[in-house]
């Protein structure tokens, strides 16, 4: 197979022999982004494909994901990044009872190598521990990630527990993951809550909202 079908195929087979070979091959071709985004996410899309129509099963798509993790930590150092300057600080995390956590991975990477400092907190984070480590660290910033449809419902409880807290207009918040939609985001949920929220179709539109958000 080519290279990047190759390096697709071993997301998919989650195939981990043989893969650094094949992304410094890689990286003497394209910038590590760029195989990031164009070559492993959409071995992932195929991943997620099979798995939601019953073609692969759970066990399997784990194994992808761990492959497309260590793709992405070795590529990371490859990644140009801004020095020298902080823009702004992000409490972020994947919400209560979702364990999807690399896109909010790569959300972290785009933005630590862009300025801002990032306090990853990990996955399946409840409220409270979002909310205080936001006080705590004086963030600029909340951000959430959830891939559930039932993460969608948690966010919405999310921004009312801010609400109730008083503390909606001191951070925006930025929301993304699969199972949201732009107009849930900024239609059903910007009418509840209390202060400013975006949804990030992806990281690159995180890093152009959290731009605009210490505009
Ligand atoms: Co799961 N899973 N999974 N899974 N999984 C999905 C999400 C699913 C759509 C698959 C499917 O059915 N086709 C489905 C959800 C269905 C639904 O809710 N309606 C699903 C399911 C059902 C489940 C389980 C319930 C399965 C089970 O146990 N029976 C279970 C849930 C466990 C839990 O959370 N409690 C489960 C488990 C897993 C694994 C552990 C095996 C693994 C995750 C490993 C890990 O993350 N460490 C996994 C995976 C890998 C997937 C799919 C296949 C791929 C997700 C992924 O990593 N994509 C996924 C299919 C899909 O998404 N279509 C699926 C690549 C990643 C880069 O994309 O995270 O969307 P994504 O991030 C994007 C953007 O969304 C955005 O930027 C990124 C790109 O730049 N973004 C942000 C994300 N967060 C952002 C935050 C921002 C800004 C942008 O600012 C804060």
Redesign the pocket.
Same mark, same amino acid.
């Given at each position: 197979l080519p290279l990047w079908e190759r390096l697709q195929r071993r997301i998919v087979d989650g195939e981990k022999k043989g893969l650094e070979a094949d992304l410094d091959e890689g990286l003497g071709q394209r910038p590590a982004l760029e195989i990031i985004?164009e070559v492993l996410?959409e071995g992932?899309?195929t991943? *997620?494909?099979l798995?939601?129509s019953g073609q692969m099963q759970?066990p399997f798509?784990?194994q992808?994901?761990e492959v497309? /993790?260590t793709a992405v930590a070795y590529l990371e150092p490859h990644m140009e990044r801004l020095e020298g300057v902080t823009k702004g600080r992000i409490v972020?995390a994947t919400v209560k009872?979702?364990?999807?956590?690399? *896109?909010?991975n790569?959300?972290d990477i785009?933005l630590s190598n862009n300025g801002y400092e990032v306090i990853n907190l990990g996955? /399946?984070q409840p409220v409270s521990t979002i909310l205080e480590a936001a006080v705590e660290k004086d963030a600029d910033v909340i951000?959430?990630?959830?891939?559930?449809?039932?993460?969608t419902v948690i966010m919405k409880e999310n921004l009312q527990e801010m609400n109730a807290r008083g503390i909606a207009d001191r951070f925006p918040v930025?929301?993304?993951?699969?199972?949201l939609t732009r107009a849930y985001v900024e239609q059903d949920l910007a009418d509840i809550f209390g202060g400013h929220v975006r949804y990030?179709?992806?990281?690159?539109?995180?890093l152009r909202l959290m731009d605009s958000f210490m505009a």
């Open positions: 985004n996410l992932m899309k991943v *997620g494909e798995f939601g759970l798509v784990l992808s994901a497309m /993790k972020l009872g979702d364990v999807h956590d690399i *896109g909010k790569l959300v785009i996955i /399946k951000g959430m990630s959830g891939l559930l449809v039932k993460s930025l929301l993304g993951g699969a199972a990030a179709r992806d990281a690159f539109e995180g």
